[in-house]
């Protein structure tokens, strides 16, 4: 069996450690109540972290479509870029992966297959792919929030330099 | 030369944040969630103490020598004063039913936003200097000792809450989270410790009448900018009147909606409205302000600023008032402004001078809100409506925190919606009515330098409105508060781009057919209707 049928067939395992090893970057109470339940609404950010985790896992096997994986690796980072981590820290949840995917294949057996070495460096480079993209994402997000405080600050001022006549239509 | 680490030591990192309790944790004030210190002069103009410009980044808050004493004595005092403080401070089991349902707590992850431990920040300190329990057994009776940490704390989590009072819907104990911030609050004012954003609104309503700081003539010209739109959208020159005496009515809204868009928009909807019915009715450029920042600082403050409504409507003469769009307004004028300020017996209960409705609920305030004024029109077939003028909107409705679950407005502004527009999905049933999540951003927090902790705490929102967008197109977000219109713009921005926000009262006069209008083309943001653009394409 070949590295991506290795880790399909390991998929829920996977997925579930993966998942907690996210929720464990967060304080005790604060993961205990991710874990706990995935309800889209009242539970948003577990869901998101959820979803989002399938959706690279299975795009990281099936194939990596960047306008799908930017989807799920979005939802998750537009999130922990504004959460009380470093940059760094925000993007760490994609290399657990590579661990947490060699401790489930486990055994020397699975590992030492000819051609495994190779398969499992191309994962691995198929997860670094997602950190470049996840680069992007983090910075429009942070990017984001200064453009909304710039924004905020204009509007508020707007009428102001329209009544001073600082601001003019062309058509007057 | 030190011993370089090799590359295998390097990558050990330990994702796992320390596992201490809560009370071990010491606080970390960080950039973009907590707003400015409050300057020296909003204080002084509002006769607060400890008046000094302090930042909250540095060491050093200069405090006053004998500020321990002074934030025991408050705590003294108002548990004297409010026998629900001394409730809320004894009765919790922790039992952990608020702890999931605040969505500063969901957004960030930090537990201390849990409404429980919200409320332990207080009560550790109330414990240790005020049972016996706490003074015996210290820390193992969850009491701890107030130091200048603990102070810090105070300030940076009573600033992380937004009075939204979702928490209390779930305790079965039903203490009330925005009680217990509001007296931490006050605590802190009496410290000089409040927030810019909220004491320089204060001091301007104090000063001028309106949290902007809007004089006479700017409320005036503002309008009068909106009066030109409204002439080149309708064809019809409207004109309203300011501090007229006689009038049947004084209408009071938030000075937001004279300022900003898209609250622009919602008081040019109250101007159409009125004037198609012919309503007697008029501004005051005094009371201005609809709203009450001083509700954030000191119960003292929100009753002096609330004042003037009684005043300007004594002075005016009118038989009784009108509220517009806004949230906290709603509820402090509900559920304060009669015991403060009233009994306003020279007013008489509201009688819609359209329909003959008499708002009996009303019978002691003398004041209603708009969605209920224009509710019953509806009801009564007062008004001639178009919701097809609406139809390139998809509109999902924000129960606003304190018109919904403080004062139950559920049903009229859903009726008046569907009234108005043909296109309208609820959000997922946690979401809204009585459950509804905050916009992340009321009770004075809708800075900009707290955009961080805004964008937080208004995801659980903005998260159910991403939902309707993409399950069934929603491309406007609808709702009844002056900080909602602000604030729920930028949230839509970080987390759902494609979807607008607006007042309730924009898409009424959207559809509202006045008489002698010319034929419409656009809405009132000059975007193209509908069928003006069908007409356009078809030539």
């Not at chain 1, 992966?97 to 480079?125: H, W, Y």
Request: aromatic fraction near 10%; charge should be neutral; proline fraction near 5%.
């Amino acid at each position: 069996m070949d590295l991506k049928n290795q880790l399909m067939a390991r998929k829920s395992a996977i997925l579930k450690k993966w998942f907690d090893a996210v929720a464990e970057t967060y304080p005790d109470n604060t993961s205990s109540f991710l874990k706990k339940q995935k309800a889209q609404f009242t539970n948003p950010v577990g869901y998101t972290l959820s979803e989002g985790l399938e959706g690279l896992f299975d795009a990281l096997l099936k194939g990596m479509i960047p306008d799908t994986v930017k989807v799920f690796l979005d939802s998750i980072i537009r999130i922990r870029a504004i959460q009380d981590f470093t940059p760094s820290e925000s993007l760490s949840f994609i290399f657990l992966l590579k661990k947490i995917a060699r401790q489930e294949l486990g055994n020397e057996e699975v590992l030492q297959q000819p051609g495994m070495n190779d398969e499992l460096t191309a994962f691995d480079s198929s997860i670094d792919e997602l950190a470049l993209y996840s680069f992007d994402i983090y910075m429009n997000c942070r990017e984001k929030i200064y453009e909304l405080k710039a924004n905020e600050a204009r509007n508020m001022t707007f009428r102001l330099l329209q009544q001073a006549k600082l601001i003019v239509d062309n058509q007057d | 030369m030190a011993k370089l680490p090799k590359p295998e030591e390097l990558a050990k990192v330990d994702y796992t944040p320390p596992k201490t309790s809560w009370m071990d944790t010491p606080v970390v004030i960080k950039e973009g969630m907590f707003c400015h210190g409050a300057k020296t002069k909003s204080l002084q103009t509002l006769g607060f103490p400890n008046a000094r410009d302090w930042r909250p980044m540095d060491a050093d808050w200069k405090l006053p020598e004998n500020w321990k004493e002074i934030l025991l004595n408050g705590i003294a005092d108002r548990l004297k004063k409010y026998r629900s403080f001394q409730l809320f401070m004894d009765i919790c089991v922790r039992c952990g039913a608020c702890a999931d349902k605040c969505h500063f707590f969901i957004g960030t992850g930090d537990p201390k936003n849990m409404p429980v431990l919200r409320a332990e920040l207080i009560r550790s300190v109330y414990r240790k200097e005020f049972t016996l329990a706490g003074k015996i057994f210290g820390k193992m009776a969850g009491a701890r000792e107030l130091t200048l940490d603990v102070l810090k704390e105070w300030w940076y989590y009573f600033f992380q809450c937004t009075e939204c009072r979702r928490c209390s819907v779930f305790c079965p104990y039903g203490i009330d989270q925005a009680e217990i911030t509001i007296i931490g609050r006050e605590l802190l004012n009496e410290l000089g410790l409040n927030i810019d954003w909220i004491a320089g609104p204060a001091s301007a309503c104090y000063m001028k009448g309106n949290h902007l700081g809007l004089e006479p003539h700017t409320i005036v010209g503002n309008l009068e900018y909106m009066l030109d739109d409204i002439e080149t959208i309708t064809g019809k020159r409207i004109k309203p009147t300011f501090n007229r005496k006689g009038a049947e009515i004084l209408f009071v809204t938030p000075s937001g909606d004279l300022f900003a868009d898209p609250g622009t928009y919602t008081a040019m909807g109250y101007l159409m409205l009125f004037e198609e019915l012919g309503l007697d009715y008029t501004w005051s450029t005094y009371a201005s302000e609809g709203g009450n920042f001083g509700f954030f600082t000191t119960n003292e403050l929100a009753k002096r600023l609330n004042s003037k409504i009684y005043n300007e409507a004594k002075r005016l003469g009118v038989k009784w008032i009108l509220g517009g769009e806004c949230g906290h307004m709603w509820r402090v004028l509900s559920q304060y402004m009669d015991t403060w300020n009233g009994p306003a017996d020279f007013l008489e209960v509201p009688k819609s001078p359209i329909t003959g409705t008499v708002f009996d609920h009303a019978k002691s305030m003398k004041m209603i809100h708009v969605a209920e004024f224009t509710a019953d029109l509806i009801k009564n077939n007062k008004l001639k409506l178009d919701p097809k003028r609406n139809d390139h909107l998809t509109v999902t409705w924000h129960d606003s925190c304190n018109t919904a679950r403080g004062m139950g407005l559920l049903e009229e502004p859903r009726y008046v919606l569907k009234s108005v527009v043909n296109n309208f999905h609820e959000m997922p049933e946690d979401t809204i009515r009585e459950k509804t999540f905050c916009c992340g951003s009321g009770s004075g927090l809708n800075a900009s330098e707290d955009m961080d902790l805004r964008m937080k705490g208004g995801f659980p929102r903005a998260n159910a409105v991403k939902f309707v967008h993409e399950h069934h197109g929603v491309n406007m977000l609808a709702n009844v508060c002056a900080i909602d219109r602000a604030s729920l713009k930028p949230l839509m921005d970080y987390w759902v781009p494609g979807v607008g926000v607006c007042g309730l009262h924009e898409l009424v006069a959207n559809a509202l057919v006045m008489t002698g209008e010319k034929e419409r083309t656009t809405d009132l943001r000059g975007e193209p209707l509908p069928s003006a653009q069908a007409k356009e394409e078809k030539a």
